[in-house]
């Protein structure tokens, strides 16, 4: 996943902010290359402004074999909302 990120231009780095949507539709897109399958993302407050990638959650289904759509949530786990760049994916 990291080589497909840093591939697409979503990669970790210290000096751009991205969208929650984005990054979401990034890794729904073009890691799971389904863009119907819901992720979920947490993030870690960095400052007043953004917000720090923490952690990437994938669903799966039942029988552990296919990924599905994470439940819909109205938690933002952090990382506030939608089309706002604050996400930071950190280098370290």
Do not use: W
């Not at 959650?57 to 990924?67: E, I, Y």
């Not at 949530?73 to 994916?89: E, Y």
Request: hydrophobic share 30%; net charge positive; aromatic share 8%.
């Amino acid at each position: 996943m990291p080589e497909t990120l840093n591939e697409g231009g979503m990669g970790p780095t210290n000096h751009k902010a991205y969208t929650v949507t984005d990054m979401k539709t990034f890794i729904s897109e073009k890691v799971l290359e389904d863009k119907n399958i819901d992720v979920y993302i947490s993030c870690e407050r960095a400052s007043s402004s953004y917000v720090l990638l923490k952690q990437i959650h994938f669903c799966l289904d039942k029988s552990l074999n296919t990924f599905i759509s994470c439940p819909k949530s109205t938690a933002t786990r952090g990382c506030g909302r939608g089309n706002v760049p604050n996400l930071i994916f950190p280098t370290s």
